[in-house]
C-alpha cells in the first residue's frame, strides 16, 4: 500500500524585499527608498509602518519597516492572545510605531522622534529582511554587523570539523 503523499506547504509573500543600501535624508528627514529595496515589485505598497526596534543594552536601536497590511497582523495577534510577556513586549514597542506614506519620487519622511531615537540623521541604511525592511544608522549597522561577523567567526572557531588547522596541506589553507 502506497504512503499518502505529503503535501509541503510554502507560505507566499506578496513582497520580498532584497538588498541594503545607504540613502541620505534630507533636513526635512526625508529620504528615498533605493531602488534595490522596490525593485521588481509593480504593486509597492506606498503605506508603511515604522517600527523602533530598541532591545536596550548593547544592542542599537534601528526601525522596521513594513507594509500596513503586514503590521496590522501584528496588531491582531497582540490583541487575540491573552497576557503573555512576549506579547506585551510587542503591544509596547507597537507604541513607538507610526504609518507613513511613500510619495510618488519613493520617498518617506522619518518621524523626528522615531529618527532620533533610532540615531538616524544625515543618511540611513536600508537592509532588507525578506518581509520588512529595517532602517539604520550606518555606523552603527556597520558595528553590529562587525559583532554578528566576530561572534560567527567565535563560533564557527569553536567547531572542530575535521581536526586542528595542523592537519590541513597547503593547498587547503591557501583556499
Given at each position: 500500500m502506497d504512503a499518502?503523499?505529503?503535501?509541503?506547504?510554502?507560505?507566499?509573500?506578496?513582497?520580498?524585499?532584497?538588498?541594503?543600501?545607504?540613502?541620505?535624508?534630507?533636513?526635512?528627514?526625508?529620504?528615498?527608498?533605493?531602488?534595490?529595496?522596490?525593485?521588481?515589485?509593480?504593486?509597492?505598497?506606498?503605506?508603511?509602518?515604522?517600527?523602533?526596534?530598541?532591545?536596550?543594552?548593547?544592542?542599537?536601536?534601528?526601525?522596521?519597516?513594513?507594509?500596513?497590511?503586514?503590521?496590522?497582523?501584528l496588531y491582531q495577534c497582540c490583541t487575540k492572545a491573552k497576557f503573555d510577556a512576549n506579547q506585551d513586549l510587542l503591544r509596547r514597542s507597537l507604541a513607538n510605531s507610526v504609518d507613513v506614506d511613500v510619495d510618488s519620487l519613493w520617498r518617506l519622511t522619518l518621524p523626528k522622534e522615531l529618527a532620533e531615537k533610532a540615531k538616524i540623521s544625515m543618511e540611513v541604511f536600508y537592509v532588507s529582511a525578506i518581509d520588512y525592511v529595517e532602517l539604520w544608522n550606518p555606523g552603527l549597522f556597520e558595528w553590529r554587523e562587525r559583532l554578528d561577523n566576530a561572534k560567527l567567526a567565535a563560533a564557527l572557531d569553536s567547531l572542530s570539523l575535521s581536526g586542528d588547522?595542523?592537519?590541513?596541506?597547503?593547498?587547503?589553507?591557501?583556499?
Open positions: 499518502p503523499e505529503k503535501k509541503i506547504i510554502v507560505p507566499t509573500r506578496k513582497w520580498i524585499f532584497r538588498g541594503r543600501e545607504k540613502s541620505p535624508v534630507d533636513s526635512k528627514r526625508r529620504t528615498c527608498i533605493p531602488a534595490v529595496i522596490r525593485q521588481g515589485m509593480e504593486d509597492f505598497p506606498r503605506r508603511w509602518t515604522l517600527l523602533l526596534w530598541d532591545r536596550g543594552g548593547a544592542e542599537p536601536p534601528f526601525l522596521k519597516m513594513f507594509p500596513v497590511e503586514t503590521a496590522m497582523q588547522a595542523e592537519s590541513l596541506s597547503d593547498d587547503d589553507k591557501r583556499q
